[in-house]
């Protein structure tokens, strides 16, 4: 009978030996569960934050979608603090074993499931933990986790074969989700310490490796104290594994946690805007009639044609990975490697910042007080200021919302006109008021907006890009979204127009005012001076003084379809672009970018360089993926543009940018234009170096914010300094490499006008505007 009983334990054992081998075989085939491939396993954390780099090597900034916040570093850039925390914790014989800790799993069996002790500590090691975070989904139920039990011991081996001990800990660490959106120790390191990982002391690795437990239980910042005891706690084991003596532990256990708590974001970091215009711009997808509204056509045109010309645009959509699906700069670690500076970005950052926030919102603001209708112009009629904020009011969420639920008329009126407590933003950071929800639309509009953008005009590298002053409350950009009316700066194109037909710039002009039939229509531009009124003055006068007069008498004698076609040529794409006598004032809404890239043609003899934004991609085990080159096309001839530089001085040396010279004393080779749209709507200032081209504008959120006085709202007042402030600030800094004494490469004596003397005249400060 008993060795009956001997037989049969013999017989279930071996059963259960080869029942068990089966299972684990069968798992290993992925005939039972789910089995990641193994390209997979060699290769497991592909979801992990891209990273943006500036063209001298700092990180801008990250993508992230959904929390994946996650930026991985490698395991020499671990404190060796945290190393031994996260073993002594949770899995003191890792260095011992082959992804399975056999005797912790019996004791956890025994303690846990059969005498059930909660608090005897689990078996899962370090390998079997990352393997669950990796490729475990959430277990609803008991039988559904002890299921998932035996194929992450499965994994768990696999892994082990694949990688070393300190790559299983650095993979451990980079995909532990810390809360806070900080996912992987760099981010969380830096979310709760400002520290790099390599860097963290005793007390905050181990409270880093404490939150492993349970990181919304023990959350630093909603519960400090429990979060401390957990710390003692990860202190208590790197003690009983010898990590520290017991003297050390005393000490470390009684310190406060010192948090340096910030919340990683992707808005956080140099150039917002320019990356959330990156960041859209490398996810679009191909371009359908469908997608875009009716009145905007001209955004469909636009990425249409980026689309098929450049290979930026799209590219996560117009390639694909080995598995053939498209990149995703969310999920898939890429780097980015741009053509931004980060210091003349800051610089750019700083000039649009002293400008506009210490001296032109002041004199605005002090504009508006007492007005009725502010911050919209004094020059609206009632019905007028009426109709603007009543689309305002219409375009906000708070109606969106209202309108949904099925609010009546009077409900939503009484709603914005009932005071409420609320947050608004300040320059000086956030502050608690009560206001109406109407008043608060107004109290937004009031801020003026800018766009600011400058690059080389030798390879197109957009080295900085200001899209407004304060992405998180404003951000709509300027740079590459916003279009406005670009008044005077669109001379420049008609006059190389006319260069390109054999004009000089030392022709005569009669400087008249005249009226032009145009489809039967009496057309009679205004000038706002009448300077040297009947006289006969060169085109470069014209120019220089942004003399409509002129440029419309110049536009009589051109053909206005060849001045379309030759405005396509430099980069303008917008359908709104009809052959008109007025559009040689221009009445057209541009972009900043649209506009600096198409003044690059002047100062690099007639070729345009299409921003460049992005130099290489790498992948996230740093093979480079994707290669960018300038985009170029000629556009007008070297002599052509010889003579428009010979003009665009002319602006800053006897024109309207002449306080370049006398008040910001810039003395060094400067070409220029100034513009200003009806009603100071609009100020514009392109500046032109031998080696940067820069544009500005400046603005309110609505055509009717706007100074009422020309002496403030035109451009050489409102654009023109910051190009000035940013300018001064790149040629201080001879890490840049930008000299003010640079020239234009033009035949050396180059004069096409011989009758310079004519020209000179003393520096005229008021723009023409569109009229």
Not at 153 to 181: C, G, P, R, S
Not at 289 to 313: A, G
Not at 556 to 573: D, H, I, R
Request: charged fraction near 20%; charge should be neutral; aromatic fraction near 12%.
């Amino acid at each position: 009978m008993d060795k009956k009983i001997v037989h049969l334990l013999w017989t279930m054992l071996v059963v259960a030996v080869i029942s068990a081998a089966g299972l684990f075989y069968a798992i290993a085939e992925g005939w039972i569960g789910y089995m990641p491939p193994i390209e997979d396993l060699q290769n497991p954390i592909n979801r992990f934050a891209t990273q943006v780099y500036s063209a001298d090597g700092k990180l801008m900034g990250t993508w992230n979608y959904n929390k994946e916040n996650r930026i991985c570093v490698d395991y020499s850039q671990l404190s060796p603090h945290l190393v031994k925390a996260l073993v002594a914790t949770e899995d003191v014989r890792f260095y011992e074993h082959s992804g399975i800790d056999f005797k912790a799993l019996g004791r956890a069996i025994i303690k846990r499931g059969i005498l059930g002790q909660k608090n005897a500590g689990g078996g899962s090691t370090i390998t079997q933990q990352l393997a669950k975070q990796l490729y475990s989904g959430k277990a609803e139920n008991v039988t559904e986790r002890v299921m998932q039990k035996p194929i992450e011991w499965v994994i768990a081996v696999q892994l082990e074969k694949n990688y070393t001990k300190d790559e299983i800990i650095a993979m451990y660490l980079n995909y532990f989700d810390f809360l806070h959106n900080a996912v992987g120790i760099k981010t969380a390191a830096n979310t709760y310490f400002g520290k790099e990982p390599k860097d963290l002391n005793i007390n905050e690795a181990a409270t880093l490796i404490g939150l492993c437990k349970n990181p919304s239980y023990y959350n630093p910042v909603r519960n400090p104290e429990r979060c401390r005891e957990r710390r003692n706690v990860v202190l208590g084991q790197m003690m009983k594994a010898g990590y520290l003596s017991e003297a050390e532990y005393d000490s470390y256990s009684t310190r406060p946690l010192n948090l340096n708590f910030h919340v990683a974001d992707h808005k956080d970091g140099i150039a917002a805007y320019f990356r959330d215009f990156l960041r859209r711009y490398l996810m679009a997808k191909r371009p359908e009639r469908s997608n875009y509204p009716s009145w905007n056509i001209n955004k469909y045109v636009q990425d249409s044609i980026n689309w098929n010309n450049d290979p930026l645009y799209g590219w996560c959509n117009k390639n694909t990975k080995k598995n053939g699906e498209p990149y995703n700069v969310y999920t898939d670690g890429l780097k980015v490697y741009t053509t931004i500076d980060s210091r003349m970005q800051r610089y750019a950052e700083e000039a649009v910042n002293e400008h506009v926030v210490k001296f032109l919102q002041p004199a605005f603001n002090k504009e508006n007080r007492g007005k009725k209708n502010a911050p919209f112009s004094g020059k609206l009629t009632a019905k007028q200021f009426n109709d603007i904020l009543g689309r305002s009011v219409k375009q906000s969420e708070r109606y969106r919302v209202m309108n949904s639920q099925g609010a009546t008329y009077d409900e939503i009126y009484k709603s914005f006109h009932t005071p409420t407590k609320m947050s608004i933003f300040t320059y000086h950071g956030e502050v608690d008021t009560t206001m109406t929800p109407i008043d608060s639309i107004k109290y937004y509009k009031s801020f003026l907006r800018c766009g600011f953008m400058s690059m080389s005009p030798i390879n197109g590298a957009v080295k900085a890009y200001v899209g407004g002053l304060n992405f998180i409350h404003f951000n709509y950009d300027m740079c590459t979204e916003g279009r406005r009316q670009v008044g005077s700066t669109i001379k420049p194109f008609l006059y190389s127009l006319a260069m390109e037909n054999g004009f000089s710039p030392c022709d005569l002009a009669p400087n008249v005012q005249q009226t032009y039939v145009v489809a039967g229509q009496n057309w009679t531009p205004r000038n706002s001076s009448r300077r040297r009124y009947g006289e006969m003055v060169t085109l470069k006068w014209g120019l220089a003084q942004s003399n409509n007069w002129i440029t419309a008498y110049l536009m009589s004698k051109l053909n206005p379809q060849a001045f379309v076609t030759l405005l396509k040529e430099y980069g303008f794409s917008s359908p709104d672009i009809h052959p008109s006598m007025s559009l040689c004032l221009g009445p057209c809404d541009l972009t900043v970018a649209e506009m600096v890239s198409a003044y690059t043609t002047f100062a690099n003899h007639g070729i345009r360089c299409a921003p460049l934004y992005v130099t290489k991609i790498e992948d996230n085990e740093g093979n480079i993926i994707a290669q960018f080159q300038p985009r170029m096309n000629e556009v007008i001839s070297e002599e052509s543009a010889h003579k428009m530089l010979y003009m665009l001085k002319g602006v800053v040396d006897g024109g309207t940018a002449g306080r370049l010279r006398f008040r910001y004393n810039f003395t060094g080779e400067i070409a220029a234009k100034t513009g200003t749209t009806n009603n100071n709507s609009d100020a514009w200032f392109m500046g032109v170096t031998p080696t940067l081209v820069s544009g500005v504008w400046v603005g309110g959120d609505d055509r009717d914010i706007h100074f009422d006085s020309m002496q403030m709202g035109q451009g050489a007042t409102m654009a023109l300094p910051i190009w000035a402030y940013y300018m001064r600030k790149v040629y201080n800094d001879p890490r840049l490499g930008y000299n003010e004494n640079a020239i234009f490469d033009l035949p050396e004596g180059y004069n096409p006008c011989e009758m310079s003397e004519y020209d000179v005249s003393m520096p005229n400060d008021i723009e023409e505007v569109y009229e």
